[in-house]
């Protein structure tokens, strides 16, 4: 009986112990798939890498985050944006923060956002980041070309 005793003692120990064992799913950061940026304008142009001054562009992607969506930056910028010079037009509008998305784990990320008519025609360089909940952070990095838009004729 005491034997017994010891080994229902010792088992319920293990099994309390095993019970409450944290899984590691906070180590899954979020995954983007499909991104698509590009100029939207006319078929086959969601995904040309090209924006045109003084309209919308057209961004999307599938985003799954296990630890739920806290917030998705884009953030678009030229060569010199890494020293943080004042003044240049894309400091001004390029770094944009999208909530809508909060608190989902699988969300169509599907967005267009405008080119002030100020920016400068260049290549600029796009990054797409999603910030899930414990902070883990995914980003896709892009080229994106801006132009002047064509005439219509």
Known sequence: MKNLMKFL??????????????????????????????????????????????????????????NKIEKIELIIHGEGAHQKNKGEEH????????????????AKFHEHV??????????????FKVIDKKGLTTEVKRDLKIVEKPNKK
């Open 9 to 66: 003692f010792v088992f319920l120990g293990v099994a309390i112990v095993t019970a409450c064992h944290d899984d590691k799913d906070e180590d899954f950061t979020p995954t983007i798939t499909n991104l698509e940026v590009g100029s939207g304008h006319g078929h086959g142009l969601h995904n040309n890498g090209t924006a045109y001054i003084g309209r919308d562009f057209h961004m999307a992607a599938d985003i799954l985050a296990p």
């Open 91 to 106: 400091d001004e509008w390029g770094h944009i923060v999208f909530y809508g998305y909060k608190g989902q784990i699988n």
């Open 114 to 127: 405008d080119i002030p008519k100020t920016v400068k025609a260049g290549d600029y360089h796009f990054h």
